[in-house]
């Protein structure tokens, strides 16, 4: 080989490296929020449909449902809702990658079809850490989110033998949508460091939050890797950085590792906005991926405006009664409702035929969202 072209090689694997560099990298906070300017503001729920009580049913062949999901996407389309967070199953995957992108590819169809851009969950930490493929359980009565699973599962996140198809399922799935205009953003896991109560937190590995602190950065490695056009994201969700002014481990790695900056708060709207003052300190965009739990003062009424006056992107939890359950209250696992309905609704926004569960609050989201003046417009055409 001459002198030049040993030149010319080692030059091609410079730019190489510094391409994979480059495409692996955080974006800069002037990316973020480039990308955020052109967002319209973001209103949208989390979402599973009616007729799914976790995230496999949703997604199995045998279960997946796009008659209901193109119905209730209508609803949220009908309030102005331009978003839903929409959570996936690495399970779910693994038995049937094609016919799993398949069905995520029509998910996106029908969301497009309703202008909405979901932001999809690659992993998640809460409720049954042990998740079987096949016919899902059904509901336990009067219980909040009886049938929700975790991703990967407490067996899998506590052995490293089984990384390689977790990493098989982020890329390929990221990979396979990393251009794709229909999806708003990807959340790499769902409050990772999530404990649980109940039995569940005997269930899950003595020494959770060390695992996930060693899988969650190759999570976002992973995904990053397809080298998407969308954000990145992992919510902090506990709620003490404020008091403390700095994070924990789980939250620093959350927060190193985020295009764009996301939280929770079930917390009434003076807690809310303190959290995002603080979380302004980041200089980058901000949204909340979960809020709105009537009993706790977390409703629409009194934390959506907030939102909006700080442009923080708002997904509240629940959009329609289901098999979810998550009408009822957390600590419903304790008390069970039994024969009858809170009375007052803990989280969604639908009744299962589509009406509103309070007409004020639906109101409200068309008025924020600028549906109203759009209706209002088209009327007067």
């Known amino acids: 080989m001459s002198k030049t072209q040993k030149i010319l090689q080692s030059f091609s694997l410079i730019l190489l490296f510094c391409f994979a560099v480059s495409a692996q990298s955080r974006w800069t906070e002037r990316e973020a929020n480039d990308w955020y300017a052109k967002q319209p503001f973001l209103v949208g729920s989390n979402f599973v449909p009616a007729s799914a009580i976790n995230e496999l049913e949703m997604w199995q062949a045998d279960t997946f449902d796009p008659q209901r999901i193109d119905t209730e996407l209508g609803w949220a389309e009908s309030l102005g809702m331009n978003t839903m967070r929409v959570f996936l199953h690495d399970l779910a995957y693994s038995q049937d990658p094609e016919g799993f992108k398949k069905r995520l590819n029509q998910f996106l169809d029908i969301s ?10 690659l992993f998640d930490s809460v409720w049954d850490p042990n998740p079987q493929t096949g016919r899902q359980r059904v509901p336990r009565p009067g219980i909040h989110n009886s049938g929700w699973v975790q991703s990967p599962g407490a067996k899998a996140l506590a052995d490293p033998a089984q990384y390689p198809r977790l990493e098989k399922y982020v890329k390929d799935v990221v990979s396979s949508f990393a251009r794709d205009e229909r999806i708003n953003s990807w959340d790499i896991w769902n409050e990772p460091d999530n404990r649980n109560g109940n039995d569940y937190a005997k269930q899950d590995p003595p020494n959770k939050i060390e695992l996930v602190n060693k899988l969650l950065p190759l999570a976002f490695q992973w995904a990053r890797s397809a080298r998407p056009v969308q954000p990145l994201t992992s919510g902090i969700w506990k709620g003490d950085y404020p008091n ?138």
């Not at 497009?112 to 969950?121: D, G, N």
């Open 112 to 121: 497009a079809k309703h202008k909405i851009k979901p932001m999809i969950v």
């Open 244 to 381: 403390t002014e700095k994070f924990d481990s789980t939250e620093q790695i959350q927060i190193d590792n985020s295009d764009i900056i996301t939280f929770h708060s079930y917390d009434p709207a003076d807690e809310f906005a303190k959290r995002i003052k603080f979380l302004q300190k980041l200089n980058r965009p901000i949204l909340c991926t979960e809020y709105m739990a009537r009993p706790r003062g977390s409703t629409f009424v009194a934390i959506l405006p907030v939102g909006k006056r700080y442009n923080v992107g708002m997904i509240n939890w629940g959009f329609v009664e289901g098999k979810s359950q998550t009408i009822y209250p957390w600590d419903s696992w304790e008390r069970p409702y039994v024969d009858y309905e809170p009375w007052i609704w803990f989280h969604d926004v639908f009744r299962t035929d589509g009406t509103p569960y309070l007409r004020e609050e639906t109101d409200l989201i068309k008025r924020i969202t600028g549906k109203t003046k759009a209706q209002a417009a088209a009327g007067a055409r």
